[in-house]
Nanobody
């Protein structure tokens, strides 16, 4: 299963940006999808995750500012980011937990290539 992320870029403090990540491949089903980010010199941290049923969880630092959503028909996850600040500058990675109904069942986790988000005036 391959993930293709898009939507990063340069935005001013207080601005908004929406990231998208589409999954592709053969005969798979998605479970959790999410976004992580990694700032220079720091570890990769979870930003937000969403289950196939729509349950969400967020890092404390983004609660109330970021919204994760998904379109199951399009195998796509989104991250709407509002009120961005310099601390949100990072490479953002999407990830997805997937499985195939084979015998035995096949499960895996895929990562997107990363998209740069820079918040600067």
């Amino acid at each position: 299963v391959q993930l293709q992320a898009s939507g990063g870029g340069l935005v001013q403090p207080g601005g908004s940006l929406t990231l998208s990540c589409a999954a592709s491949g053969s005969t798979f089903r998605l479970n959790y999808m999410g976004w992580h980010r990694q700032a220079p010199g720091k570890q990769r941290d979870l930003v937000a995750r969403i289950s196939s049923g729509g349950s969400t969880n967020y890092a404390d630092s983004v609660k109330g500012r970021f919204t994760i959503s998904r379109d199951n028909a399009k195998n796509t996850v989104y991250l709407q980011m509002n009120s961005l600040n310099a601390e949100d500058t990072a490479v953002y990675y999407c990830e997805a937990d997937w499985f195939r109904d084979t015998v035995p069942i096949e499960v895996g986790r895929s990562w997107g290539q990363g998209t740069q988000v820079t918040v600067s005036s």
